[in-house]
């Protein structure tokens, strides 16, 4: 199970980090359910594991195959997405400034505006989708340009190798929340990127059965301060979810793969329906990013958005669905479908909602890899009613 330097993506998603547990020659890596590890005598040295906070197997397992993935150098786990983007924050000091995409995470917004600012951070937001708007918003104190591509729920497409390029050459770290689209589809760091940030909870685990996150890195400075910060601060990921997790990257790309193709036949079937007015999917040809998309992205992803053009057309749809699950989260084998002005974006005020084109009329689904017979007929069911 030796893994050569010319390994392809699923080979690297099922072996990388995964040897055989030294004790059994168990292939899959155990959970070790451990909170410390018993020391051969005062002062010998012990075989690197103390304290699990600091070490644990199944943790550092999860770490070296995501980083092999998102082709890092290294990665840490934490208990949560946000958890995880708020470590890369600790990086910086205060006065520092970061220029986030406009369309970014509501997580991420609130945890930006509403607990980092007051540590003397300040964060300005750009539509990163058009890179002339990038430059400008740089200053002598922009520390990281924070891309979030496609976005939520407006699926904006950001060319991340022009958006590195621009902020490289003003001394900026380029960090990619590449969540909505899993490293199947794209990975930040070769083409450009600094730092990749994921929630583990969405496509990564694919299961819908536990909450993660995860760094990845590529600058030798970056991964000792996140080594020291993910100790100091312990908001580790436990060995449970990260075995979980583990699990969940060997099969990415044959979910990835499904993904892709329901959701391609779900957009345009959604496209083509009178009942509905507006359809969002990169995939697309309508998709003003179309041609960015089909050269950045392997396959256009999970996540479609459309619009029935009222409150009460939506509530109809919602209301009316058998299959598809309405709640929040995505990148589940099951099919979540929700309503982003009232669910996800609710906490975003009504004139900036109104700014970012988040209507009343507006669902979005997270394509699952269930028949996508059955998922069509769902929806032509629900928009029957209408
Ligand atoms: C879900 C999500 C997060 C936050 O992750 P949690 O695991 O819920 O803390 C951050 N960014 C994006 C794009 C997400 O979809």
């Given at each position: 199970m030796k893994l050569t330097d010319r390994a392809r993506f699923s080979t690297i998603c099922i072996h990388?980090?995964?040897?055989?547990?030294?004790?059994?020659?168990?292939i899959i890596t155990p959970i070790?359910?451990?909170?410390t590890y018993v020391q051969d005598g005062l002062g010998q040295p012990h075989a690197?594991?103390?304290y699990g906070r600091t070490q644990n197997p199944t943790r550092m397992a999860l770490e070296r195959n995501i980083a092999a993935i998102e082709a890092g150098s290294a990665a840490f786990a934490f208990a949560s997405g946000m958890a995880a983007i708020d470590a890369i924050l600790t990086r910086l000091q205060s006065g520092d400034h970061v220029v986030v995409s406009?369309?970014?995470?509501g997580g991420t917004f609130r945890l930006f505006e509403r607990v980092r600012r007051k540590f003397g951070l300040d964060f300005s937001y750009v539509d990163?989708?058009?890179?002339?708007?990038i430059g400008p918003a740089l200053?002598?104190?922009?520390?990281y340009l924070f891309i979030e591509t496609?976005?939520?729920?407006?699926?904006h497409i950001t060319d991340i190798r022009c958006a590195s390029t621009i902020a490289h050459e003003k001394n900026v770290r380029v960090v990619v929340d590449n969540t909505f689209a899993s490293p199947y589809i794209q990975r930040p760091l070769t083409l450009g990127a600094d730092i990749v940030v994921h929630?583990?909870?969405?496509?990564?685990?694919?299961?819908?059965?536990s909450v993660g996150g995860v760094v990845i890195l590529k600058h030798d400075d970056d991964v000792e301060w996140m080594k020291f910060v993910q100790n100091a601060a312990g908001g580790i990921l436990g060995p449970m979810d990260s075995w979980l997790v583990l699990r969940g990257t060997k099969t990415m790309t044959v979910r990835m793969e499904r993904t892709n193709e329901n959701a391609q036949v779900l957009a345009e079937y959604l496209e083509a329906h009178?009942?509905?007015?507006r359809t969002i999917y990169?995939?697309?040809?309508?998709?003003?990013q179309h041609a960015l998309a089909r050269k950045q992205m392997k396959g256009f992803g999970g996540l479609i958005s459309f619009d029935v053009g009222s409150l009460e057309a939506a509530r109809g749809v919602l209301n009316h669905l058998k299959l598809m699950a309405l709640a929040?989260?995505?990148?589940?084998v099951e099919t979540l479908i929700s309503h982003p002005a009232i669910?996800?974006?609710?906490?975003?005020p009504a004139d900036r909602r109104a700014a970012l084109g988040i209507t009343d009329g507006l669902i979005r689904i997270s394509v699952g890899i269930e028949d996508v017979e059955d998922l069509q007929a769902d929806l032509a069911q629900a928009l029957e009613t209408l």
């Open positions: 990388a980090g995964q040897e055989p547990d030294p004790a059994t020659g168990a070790y359910q451990t909170s690197g594991f103390e406009d369309n970014t995470y990163t989708s058009k890179p002339e708007l200053t002598p104190k922009t520390k496609p976005t939520n729920p407006m699926l929630s583990t909870t969405k496509f990564l685990n694919g299961h819908s059965d009178p009942k509905v007015k990169p995939g697309l040809a309508s998709h003003p929040e989260s995505l990148g589940g669910m996800t974006h609710a906490s975003v």
